[in-house]
């Protein structure tokens, strides 16, 4: 592939992936925590969480390709609940509690009340936070990437292990920490795919 | 699409993106890989903002509060996995020695909740037993036992593995056993209700106890017990985390009737709803509740099926 295609756009008068991108990372995910539990309270199935968040987030910027919504707030919140009704209704779940619950503002509000942005201080204790939380093994592969900024390589000299030990415990350590970052439990996730399956195309 | 795989592929992409070998055709692949989904950006920038707001760490350095310095932390990563497995031991090995200082003689604890309360009590073992509303529950934890009576309500047990030490649960007169695991166990009068999130759960009946075990139930089995028998439901994960919602204050009904569903509401609440005729209680009502909303609960049976509401003091009276 030639770099020059590298920064091409789409032919469509669009938002750009630089300012889509910030409107996500300044607007949409600081409401993470506040998302997270209105899928949690609205929806039954603890293991579905993840999944609809994630769902939601695409349905949001595929939502805001021709222009950012005014109030990012009630746009995330309607395009939550839109999104939980119709999996409810595809899954053919008897609710009608999640819909009229879904339908009160009230509650979006309230849950709204949480949300807050991390000062430089705060975002330092959280981070320190977060790196504690993290199993003994994934931290010290964490703090050698974060604080003394060694390659994979070099961490697994350091510590004696494979590359991809270290690769494992990495992505691990970096999925747990940012959820810990974004107001979430900084629970680790483990690959339910083994190592083998690379991301490169 | 799996998104827990989605953004493990994106912590790959974000890992590799740091390294110093990266070139532009990883670059091109990258970008192709983030133009092919949305969720693949979402997952991706949502990551790399969030490692990047944690940047701060490197600010820490070696403060002597965040880590030690190497010497322990090389211990644990000796390169034969079988040392790194005896490591892991021997950690274990000194939780469990911290933990144990403080156990006093095997004195029964009493532990309850009002109505409407809910209260996790960190067990001395490592173990955690959460209360349900309008619970009791005694708790003998020692070096050589480790047994619960739980005298009314409901409880979920969270137990931790101890060297094959069993952990036992009394309720009316089953004996639950297990070794470490997840469940729940709930107690009406004489009737218990078992249901398990992982691992293996042995039901006794303590009245007959040289009987053979009543029943081995594993994880997405509920078990219910009453005098002479045991009814093992249908497996069923999605059952047995309805079971569970009230660890997140939250009622599931399927095809419940409104008298089961009513008495469940009134385990939570002051206010009680009394159901006016049989016509009424027979009504199937499904959804996801809030156990505490006892008025958003008695408002949409009005919308819905018309029900007339009496409301008095402490009391709301629904009838066709």
Known sequence: MDRTELGAEPAAPMIDDAALNAWFCGQVLPLE??????????????????????????????????????????????????????????ARIVSFELVADLESDAQVTDLCATERHLDARDQLRRARDG???????????????????????????????????????????????????????????RPRFAGKRQARL | MNASHIEQEAAEWLMRREEPDWSPDDQNALHSWLERSLAHKAAYWRLVHGWQQADRIASLGLDPATEPPSPRSKVSWLPVAAAASIAGALLVGNLELSRRVPIAAAMPVHFSTPVGGRRTIPLLDGSKVELNTATVVRTAVSDNRREIWLDQGEAYFEVAHLNGRPFIVHAADRTVTVLGTKFSVRREGDKVTVAVIEGRVRIDDASKPDDVPTAIITAGDVAIAEGASTLLSAKSEQGVVATLAWRDGILNFDHTSLGDAAAEFNRY????????????????????????????FVRLLHEAYGLHIAAKANQVTLSS
């Open chain 1, 33 to 90: 925590p506040a998302l997270t539990s209105f899928i949690r309270s609205n929806w039954r199935i603890a293991e579905d969480v993840l999944e609809l968040r994630q769902d939601i987030y695409e349905r949001l910027l595929a939502g805001v390709r021709l222009e950012l919504p005014t109030n990012t707030k009630s746009f995330v919140f309607t395009v939550a609940r839109n999104h939980l009704i119709n999996q409810a209704v595809r």
């Open chain 1, 131 to 189: 790196l504690e939380s993290l199993p003994p093994r994934c931290r010290e592969v964490v703090r050698l990437r974060k604080v003394e900024g060694l390659t994979t390589k070099e961490a697994a000299e350091r510590l004696g292990v494979g590359v991809d030990t270290i690769e494992r415990q990495l992505t691990m350590g970096m999925r747990a920490l940012v959820d810990f970052m974004l107001g979430g439990s900084g629970k680790i996730v």
């Open chain 2, 269 to 296: 609440n002051g206010k009680q709803i009394v159901i006016g005729d049989s016509e009424t209680r027979e009504i199937r009502v499904g959804g996801t509740f809030q156990a505490s909303n006892v008025d958003a």
